[in-house]
Nanobody, 126 residues
Framework: QLQLVESGGGLVQPGGSLRLSCAAYGFSLDGYSIGWFRQAPGKERVGVSCISSADDSTNYVDSVKGRFTISRDNTKNTVHLQMNSLKVEDTAVYYC???????????????????WGQGTQVTVSS
């Protein structure tokens, strides 16, 4: 009933772009911080970017800063992650997660997030 659904993943060449979407069903994203996480094969799930519920401020980890942009579309109850200049090392399953509590989302603490999507595969390969 309450869920997040990611979409937009796929296969792209290095230097290409993808736009991921995270749509909420059963609740409004207004009032939630949203984080994007990714998990590469054989590695731990790590934070990528987040947007705050308080003031829509954004955060990016150093590895994606300047290449990725997170944004809200409140009319569609959706958060997007625009990914440009993609690199092979960006290959991973990407997850969105929603946090209701007023924690600092840029700490990327998984247990602080209440809802998680199923993930969408991003593969960067020539």
């Amino acid at each position: 009933q309450l869920q997040l659904v990611e979409s937009g993943g796929g296969l792209v060449q290095p230097g290409g772009s993808l736009r991921l979407s995270c749509a909420a069903y059963g609740f409004s994203l207004d009032g939630y911080s949203i984080g994007w996480f990714r998990q590469a094969p054989g590695k731990e799930r790590v934070g990528v970017s987040c947007i705050s519920s308080a003031d829509d401020s954004t955060n990016y980890v150093d590895s994606v800063k300047g290449r990725f942009t997170i944004s809200r579309d409140n009319t569609k109850n959706t958060v997007h992650l625009q990914m440009n200049s993609l690199k092979v090392e960006d290959t991973a399953v990407y997850y969105c997660a929603a946090m209701r509590a007023a924690y600092f989302c840029a700490e990327y603490v998984p247990w602080e997030y209440d809802y998680w999507g199923q993930g969408t595969q991003v593969t960067v390969s020539s």
